[in-house]
Structure formats: structure tokens, C-alpha cells
């Protein structure tokens, strides 16, 4: 009997004395509803999987990949119903059904599996949950627990944005994380494809947007904030872009694996790539001005020109390329953090200002975004932008992305006025800050997001009406990526707070326990994923030192603490790393100044979960 069932009935015997498979289960996200009986499915090639006639096209060949990728199992497939003597795995629509969008039903006993749903979205979901029962090494019996599964989204907005901009992400490495992350039930993609240091997507009216935007100074090993601005002579060899065959490929990909893909382009801020590509979207000629592609750090100069009329007419030209390429509804077009400094300064943004009796450059940003706006809703698309674009008149009709927090109240005064909302706040989802003691973390942000505080989130601000919490679309995840310069990086970032982040979006408030979901990534997740070539990180079983030193008794008073739960720190002192046998952590110490403590966290079985921490206390 393979891992993953083994481990449930070990669980349940010792824990809760229980004879079943279990009652707690490993699934990421949990759903709404799961109950297990006794027996099993016994999974082998002489098992029939019977598709919607209408699905066989698109369903087949992406279940044949997942059978064979995960258990090298050559089944038989057909739309045609079993025979009375033949095993089965049947996935049956139903239009008339109590399940809501994208949910579905699981049903396992020892003759058949089902998968129920109203939809396409909903079966692709339920097979995901099922392939969790599968065993992580191959098997030659494979039992899927008798078990009976009702789920629902919570929300119908469950995002992941990736920032292809500041370090360029091939093709091959978008086409597998929304692979690996549609698994977790992410259904939108969500493609942040220009800012300051890149402009990554094909515009054949506007060849110069990549071929100068898309690349830039090398600046290798030199700390993002720190670097120096790119000048005219030195080569450019850093960077990349998609091409509309690229992009093609990406969407249709995607829409196999219930992912939608949104495209961003940022303006009017977070454009040196593009005011770079063609200087006349500047305000104004101005010697000082840098014109090359940014290579990290600030970016001066970076807004187009709110007053030319020949600013919207280029954009036009641009949206009208990515409107017809992308088939999804949306169309995100940044408005986050304009430095408006130059338009102060601008005749053509002052005189506009002036003749439309505009108070300040925040009514003048708003003017931009509704011209845009409109140019978005000429071709068909709902516009997205991030918060900032409710600043001045507001954009009535508009999609926000509310990340912004403290100060500003976005997730509550968006829906407030009507705004629908899309939740991704930087206090809980920006999963590019680091997510683990800082001493064993890459370079990074020097804030903690650890996996914990993501999966502690709710998105549903409690302030709402019940009117305006229908106005939450749901919840999303954003990973920019100033800091993840390689694909290792970037999925070290992307994982496992995608999966906190999947289940925040999918599971209901009730149904989500802190200590299941850490003994699911420890037990199953971690390793399904590394076995998928994914470099997951461990961090969520950090050690968080902190001391303090007694100059008094030359001594150091230390304090250990960890966020995960059920398990032990064990320490050394004498330079060995540590095993379960060691001093095991009960309570703040003192230990002689200069000295190295080596510490880790241990399960009850006596296994090292993360790095050991090694640290000088100075």
C-alpha cells in the first residue's frame, strides 16, 4: 500500500485509535467535505476512465499525461459507458446540480471512482484531488482509499501573479508552474509582463519595444538597490520576451488546466522600458534624462506623458494587440505608484491639467486611466488596475487589485463604492519577502512572510456588507521578482506559499486547520513536489533565533522559536549539528558569548525537517 495511504491509516490507528483510512486528510487545498469508508480502489491498466463525449478532445490527453507522468499507467479511455465486469473511473456532467461553479463530487468505493461535476473546471478540479491519493513512488498496487469528497470554491478568483519583467522566465518555466499550480486548484494566471526593467511581449506595430525594451546592462551580483543606471554604450545583453506564438502557446495551455491567463502592462508608471523604446512618450526633451532600459533599484524618469494625445494613440495600438491575443475577459493595466514629478514640469500635462480645471496630478493620473479605460472597453475587456487608479475621480467600471494596506483601505473602500475587488495585500501575499529566519534566507526583502501568516489570511474584510462581500471576487498571491534572478529562486519563493495561498482562495474559513495543512506539506506535498522538479522551499521549518548578550556575565541569553507546531527544536553548543538526541529546546538559556549554537526541528519520529541553523552568538 503505498505512502501516502499508509501514513493516513498509521495516523489514525495511533492517534485517534481509528480502523477507517482516516478522518483527517492530506488534500491542498482541504475540501469542503470528506468522509472515508472501508476498502479501496485498486488501481491498475485494466481500468477504463470514461470522458464526456464533448470533453474526449481536451480531457483525454490530459489525463492519459497525468496517468502515465504519475503512476506509468496506460489506461483505456473512451466516452462509451463500462461494461458490467470492467473497473472504472467515470467523469460524468451534470447541468442539474446543487454544486456551484468549478465544484464537484469524488466518489471512491472499491468498484469505481466518479468524479461529478456542472462543468469542465469542476472535473479537471476533482481529478485533482484524487491524483492526492496517489502514490509519490511507483507502485505495483495502487489503492485509492474508499472515501467520498463534496467540494466548493470559496472564491471564484484564485491568483497567482508572476513578474516576468525584473529577470526574464522562459517559456518552459511558465508553461510548468501553471502546470504545477493548477494541481492546487489556481485558476488565474495572472502575467506581469512590463515595468522599469524589461518590456517582455511581442507588439509587431512596435517592433522597439522589445527589440530595445526587452533587454538590458548586465548588473550581475550587484545588489538590486545599489546599481548603477545603464548607459547608451554598454551592450545589453540581459533580458528576453515572449513572442505571440509564445503567448499563443501559453493561453492555450492553460485553458486545458482551467487557468485563465491575464495579461498586465503597467502605466503610466513603471514604464522606462517603454518611454526607453520610444523617448517621444516622454514629457518633454530634457538632456539629463536616462532613455536606456532600467537595470534595477529606482527608476527615474519612468511615467509616460499624461498630455500628448500621441500617448493614447500608441496605447491604443498596444492594447489592440493584446486584446486580440489574450481571450481573457481582463485586461490589467497597472496605475500602481506614478512618480508625477515630471508632470509638474510638463507643458503638455499642465495644459491639459488647466483646461480641465483639474485640482492636482491626481485628478490628472485619473484622466489618464479613464482615457485608457475607455480604449480597454472599445475592445471588449474589463480593465484591472491596482489600487492606486481610485486616486482623484476614480475609474468607474474598473476591476481593483487592492494590495495596499494600513494607510490605505482598498480591500474595504473599493467594494465600498462598488468596485468589484480582487484581494492580494502585501502584508499577507506578497510572497516575495522572505519566508524564513533571515540568517538562513536568500537575499530578499528584509520583511517575514512566513508560509504560516499567508495561510492565516482572509481575504473577506469583516467590515463589508454582505452586498459588497459579493463584490469580492477572491483572493490572489504576487511574487515580484527583484530578487529571484533564476528559475530555482523563483519556485523557491513560489513554493510551498502558492499552497497556503491555493487554500486560503479555495477552502472555507471553517475547514482550514494551520496543523493539517503543515503535516500535509511534511508528509506528501513536499516531496510530490520535488519529485515534479520543483525546488520547494523547507523554510517553513525554520529555527527563528534571537538573543541578547550579558556584558555583565559575558554570557548570551537565547530565544528559539519556530512556527510550526507538534514538533521539537533540538540544539548544540560544541560545533556538531544536531540530532533528536540532543539538548532539546524547552525555554530561553544563557550560554557563554562567541559561542556556536546549531539548532534544528525534529519530528516525533526523529527526523531533521529544515536546515540546521548555525549561528555565532556575538
Not at 348 to 369: A, P, R
Not at 538 to 552: G, M, Q
Amino acid at each position: 500500500m503505498h505512502k501516502f495511504i499508509s501514513y493516513i491509516i498509521v495516523f489514525s490507528t495511533l492517534v485517534f485509535g481509528l480502523p477507517a483510512f482516516a478522518q483527517e486528510s492530506f488534500f491542498i487545498p482541504q475540501p469542503e467535505s470528506v468522509s472515508f469508508t472501508e476498502g479501496a480502489f485498486q488501481l491498475d491498466e485494466n481500468v477504463k476512465v470514461i470522458v464526456p463525449k464533448k470533453l474526449q478532445g481536451t480531457l483525454i490527453p490530459y489525463l492519459a499525461e497525468k496517468f502515465q507522468n504519475d503512476l506509468k499507467l496506460n489506461l483505456t479511455y473512451s466516452y462509451k459507458e463500462a461494461n458490467r465486469d470492467e473497473k472504472y473511473i467515470l467523469f460524468k456532467l451534470i447541468k442539474k446540480s446543487e454544486l456551484q461553479d468549478e465544484g464537484y463530487q469524488l466518489e471512491v468505493t472499491p468498484e469505481s471512482i466518479t468524479v461529478t461535476a456542472k462543468d469542465y473546471p469542476g472535473l479537471f478540479n476533482g481529478f485533482q484531488t484524487l491524483r492526492q491519493t496517489f502514490p509519490i513512488e511507483n507502485s505495483r498496487t495502487i489503492e485509492i482509499p474508499a472515501m467520498s469528497v463534496t467540494d466548493n470554491p470559496r472564491f471564484g478568483w484564485r491568483g497567482i501573479m508572476l513578474d516576468v519583467s525584473r529577470h526574464f522566465q522562459t517559456k518552459e518555466y511558465i508553461l510548468k508552474q501553471i502546470d504545477v499550480l493548477s494541481a492546487y486548484k489556481v485558476n488565474k494566471f495572472h502575467w506581469h509582463l512590463t515595468d522599469d526593467q524589461g518590456w517582455r511581449i511581442e507588439i509587431k506595430k512596435y517592433p522597439n519595444l522589445t527589440d530595445k525594451g526587452a533587454w538590458r546592462g548586465d548588473r550581475t551580483g550587484i545588489t538590486w538597490w545599489e546599481r548603477d543606471k545603464a548607459t547608451a554604450e554598454e551592450p545589453k545583453t540581459v533580458g528576453g520576451f515572449y513572442t505571440q506564438e509564445d503567448i499563443k502557446e501559453v493561453i492555450a495551455y492553460a485553458k486545458i488546466r482551467n487557468v485563465e491567463v491575464i495579461p498586465e502592462i503597467d502605466i503610466p508608471g513603471h514604464s522606462k522600458a517603454l518611454v526607453a523604446s520610444y523617448p517621444e512618450l516622454f514629457c518633454y526633451n530634457d538632456a539629463e534624462a536616462n532613455f536606456e532600459v532600467a537595470v534595477g533599484g529606482k527608476a527615474p524618469d519612468n511615467a509616460v506623458c499624461a498630455g500628448k494625445e500621441y500617448t493614447y494613440e500608441f496605447l491604443e495600438g498596444v492594447i489592440e494587440e493584446i486584446a486580440a491575443l489574450f481571450p481573457s475577459e481582463y485586461l490589467h493595466i497597472g496605475g500602481d505608484e506614478c512618480n508625477k514629478s515630471n508632470w509638474k514640469k510638463c507643458p503638455y500635462c499642465q495644459k491639459v491639467k488647466t483646461d480641465n480645471d483639474f485640482k492636482d496630478e491626481e485628478e490628472l493620473q485619473s484622466h489618464f486611466i479613464q482615457k485608457i479605460h475607455k480604449i480597454v472597453k472599445a475592445q471588449k475587456k474589463t480593465m484591472i488596475g491596482w489600487d492606486e487608479i481610485l486616486s482623484g475621480n476614480g475609474a468607474p467600471g474598473a476591476t481593483i487589485m487592492a494590495w495596499r494596506r494600513g494607510t490605505y483601505t482598498p480591500q474595504i473602500t473599493a467594494p465600498q463604492n462598488g468596485y468589484p475587488t480582487i484581494m492580494t495585500s502585501y502584508k499577507y501575499m506578497y510572497i516575495s519577502q522572505i519566508q524564513g529566519a533571515t540568517i538562513s534566507e536568500p537575499e530578499g526583502p528584509k520583511v517575514v512572510l512566513p508560509v504560516s501568516k499567508v495561510y492565516s489570511h482572509d481575504p473577506m474584510p469583516k467590515e463589508l456588507t454582505a452586498e459588497q462581500q459579493a463584490l469580492v471576487l477572491g483572493n490572489q498571491a504576487s511574487l515580484w521578482a527583484e530578487f529571484t534572478p533564476t528559475e530555482e529562486h523563483n519556485e523557491y519563493m513560489l513554493y510551498p506559499r502558492a499552497l497556503a495561498s491555493a487554500e486560503v482562495s479555495w477552502s472555507k474559513p471553517e475547514n482550514k486547520n494551520w496543523l493539517r495543512f503543515q503535516n500535509a506539506l511534511g508528509a506528501y506535498h513536499f516531496e510530490k513536489l520535488e519529485k515534479t522538479g520543483i525546488n520547494v522551499s523547507k523554510s517553513v521549518f525554520s529555527v527563528y533565533p534571537s538573543y541578547a548578550i550579558d556584558e555583565l556575565k559575558n554570557q548570551a541569553i537565547v530565544y528559539l522559536q519556530t512556527e510550526t507546531e507538534g514538533n521539537a527544536i533540538h540544539y548544540t553548543l560544541d560545533g556538531e549539528n544536531p540530532t533528536y538526541q540532543s539538548e532539546k529546546y524547552i525555554s530561553e538559556f544563557r550560554t557563554e558569548a562567541k559561542t556556536l549554537l546549531k539548532a534544528g526541528i525534529f519530528n516525533a519520529d526523529g527526523k531533521l525537517l529544515g536546515k540546521v541553523l548555525e549561528i555565532r552568538l556575538k
